[in-house]
T-cell receptor, first 114, second 116 residues
Framework: DAKTTQPPSMDCAEGRAANLPCNHS???????VYWYRQIHSQGPQYIIH???NNETNEMASLIITEDRKSSTLILPHATLRDTAVYYC???????????????FGSGTQLTVLP | GAVVSQHPSRVICKSGTSVKIECRSL??????MFWYRQFPKKSLMLMAT?????????EQGVEKDKFLINHASLTLSTLTVTSAHPEDSSFYIC????????????FGPGTRLTVT
């Protein structure tokens, strides 16, 4: 699986958009970009994933560059409860039906400030 | 969404004793579950992959005789930390693979193990 690079920490004002970048310059054509977050002392929570098109769901938007070498997770209106470590993971979605583990990097500690 | 539970959420045990942690997929069947360990201020590290009805696959450096994994049914996997020592104190997290749908791995809430 391709390696990802994220800034170690970011701050965001409550109510503003939080834009979390991720570099994955060695991504392969069949690898997806997944985003998970981990609130302190809890298990990771799935946020969103995408292949090459931009994606949006009720939690966030995912913007993937045309060359797919980087992406940005956008939380449109950050709240205090969005304070967490955000992990960007690149991985093949499935491999002939077999399960693939997620390899977590260091992630970005997002702190939403009141 | 899919729900994965872990029990217990917190456990304190004495050095030399064994501790069992359960991971259950509550509303789906999981042929594969993963066990992760997380030390303070560190990222999750995969310990082993648990497949229903077969032996678990351990990551390099993880002692299979110390961390016993049993995946006896499609909704339950257990991790037993045998002869626990203080250095085994950690946050243990399981995930279950549903094999369908987006975000196909669902994580449990974690178990905080403290060995005194």
């Amino acid at each position: 699986d391709a390696k990802t690079t994220q800034p170690p920490s970011m701050d965001c004002a409550e109510g503003r958009a939080a834009n979390l970048p991720c570099n994955h310059s060695t991504i392969s054509g069949n690898e997806y970009v997944y985003w998970y977050r981990q609130i302190h002392s809890q298990g990771p929570q799935y946020i969103i994933h995408g292949l090459k098109n931009n994606e949006t769901n009720e939690m966030a938007s995912l913007i993937i560059t045309e060359d797919r070498k980087s992406s940005t997770l956008i939380l449109p209106h950050a709240t205090l409860r969005d304070t967490a470590v955000y992990y960007c993971i690149v991985r093949v979605a499935r491999s002939s039906g077999s399960a693939r583990q997620l390899t977590f990097g260091s992630g970005t500690q997002l702190t939403v400030l009141p | 969404g899919a729900v994965v539970s872990q029990h217990p959420s917190r456990v304190i045990c004495k050095s030399g004793t064994s501790v069992k942690i359960e991971c259950r997929s509550l509303d789906f069947q999981a042929t594969t579950m993963f066990w992760y360990r997380q030390f303070p201020k560190k990222s999750l590290m995969l310990m082993a992959t648990s497949n229903e009805g077969s032996k678990a696959t351990y990551e390099q450096g993880v002692e299979k005789d110390k961390f016993l994994i049993n995946h006896a049914s499609l909704t339950l996997s257990t991790l037993t930390v045998t002869s626990a020592h203080p250095e085994d104190s950690s946050f243990y997290i399981c995930s279950a693979y549903r094999g369908a749908g987006v975000g196909e791995q669902y994580f449990g809430p974690g178990t905080r193990l403290t060995v005194t």
